[in-house]
């Protein structure tokens, strides 16, 4: 079994901050890609940032600047700040891990948390 458990999400007005944190967990071999995506209300699920090992990171235009993505063994963070209410979102961490038990790579997703920005 493979787990990523996402936390941190919470309501924070605008111009406030916030850092969301995602721990890979269970039979696994290595990590490769980690990243950061969301899914505003009624909208479909967008990048937002990702870091990959040895290649550095990338970003949604819409957060750079603003968002910080980094990365501690399996553990990736997410910095927020300057938060617009237009980042209001579930926001969900995916991996790109090999298993113990695998030969190749496969995607998987936490259950997200939710960021909203309102006063």
């Known amino acids: 079994q493979v787990h990523l458990v996402e936390s941190g999400g919470d309501l924070v007005q605008p111009g406030g901050s916030l850092k969301l944190s995602c721990t890979a967990s269970?039979?696994?071999?290595?990590?490769?890609?980690m990243g950061w995506y969301r899914q505003p209300p009624g909208k479909q699920r967008e990048l937002v940032a990702t870091i990959i090992r040895g290649a550095g990171t990338d970003y949604a235009d819409s957060v750079k600047g603003r968002f910080t993505i980094s990365r501690a063994g399996g553990t990736v963070y997410l910095e927020m700040n300057s938060l617009k209410p237009e980042d209001t979102a579930m926001y969900y961490c995916?991996?790109?891990?090999?298993?113990?038990?695998?030969?190749?790579?496969?995607?998987?997703w936490g259950q997200g948390t939710q960021v909203t920005v309102s006063s």
């Open positions: 269970g039979s696994i071999f290595s990590i490769n890609v």
């Open positions: 995916s991996a790109r891990i090999r298993p113990i038990w695998a030969t190749g790579w496969t995607d998987y």
